[in-house]
C-alpha cells in the first residue's frame, strides 16, 4: 500500500500532442520530457512516482509539493518541453514543425493539446490502478511497444520491477 500525503495528494496526470500527433516516437523528444521532470524534481517542485512515455502523450503520477501551485507546475512543464520541441525541430530544419503551426493569437505554433488531464489520487486503491495503467500502456495492442512493461525503457515500470531508475527521477510509492 503507498503512503499518500493526504495535504498534497498524488495526481495522475496526462497530456497529448497536438492532434495525437507521433512526436514522441522519437527518442530525442522523449528525452526532453525527462530532462524537464528531472529539473522540476532538482526544485522540490515536484514527486515522481510513475510514468510512461508513449508516441503521442504521457502519462504521470507525481505530487506537487507544499508551497508550489500545480496549474503552475504543470503550465511550466508543458511551456518548457514545448518549446524544447520546436527548438530542436528548427535547429535539425525538421519539416514536421509546419505541423504545428496554429493561427493563434497567442502564439505561432502548439505542440501539447489544451487541457490536460489531472486527477487527485484520493486512495491507495485508485493509485494502484492508475500505476498499473501507467506500466501496461505501451503493451497495449495499439502500441506493442514492449514484450514486459519493465522492457520499455521510457517507463518507470522497471524501477518498480528492479529498483533500478536509469533517469534518477522516481519516489517509490511506498518510500
Do not use: C
Not at 43 to 52: N, T
Not at 80 to 102: C, E, G, S
Request: hydrophobic share 40%; glycine share 2%.
Amino acid at each position: 500500500m503507498p503512503i499518500i500525503n493526504f495535504d498534497y495528494h498524488p495526481q495522475f496526470f496526462t497530456a497529448t500532442i497536438l492532434e495525437w500527433k507521433h512526436l514522441l516516437k522519437d527518442d530525442v523528444f522523449k528525452d526532453i520530457i525527462i530532462k524537464s521532470l528531472q529539473f522540476l524534481k532538482k526544485e522540490k517542485s515536484i514527486v515522481v512516482y510513475a510514468f510512461v512515455i508513449m508516441p503521442n502523450h504521457i502519462h504521470l503520477i507525481w505530487q506537487i509539493q507544499d508551497g508550489f501551485k500545480r496549474e503552475n507546475i504543470q503550465m511550466r512543464f508543458l511551456k518548457f518541453t514545448a518549446q524544447q520541441m520546436k527548438f530542436r525541430l528548427a535547429d535539425t530544419a525538421d519539416i514536421r514543425l509546419n505541423n504545428f503551426l496554429v493561427n493563434d493569437k497567442d502564439r505561432q505554433y502548439q505542440f501539447w493539446e489544451r487541457n490536460s488531464l489531472s486527477i487527485d489520487l484520493w486512495t491507495s486503491a485508485v493509485f494502484d490502478q492508475k500505476l498499473d495503467y501507467i506500466h501496461n500502456n505501451p503493451l497495449q495492442d495499439k502500441w506493442k511497444l514492449a514484450d514486459l512493461s519493465e522492457n520499455y525503457k521510457y517507463s518507470s515500470a522497471n524501477f518498480y520491477a528492479t529498483g533500478y531508475d536509469e533517469f534518477e527521477l522516481l519516489t517509490h510509492l511506498n518510500d
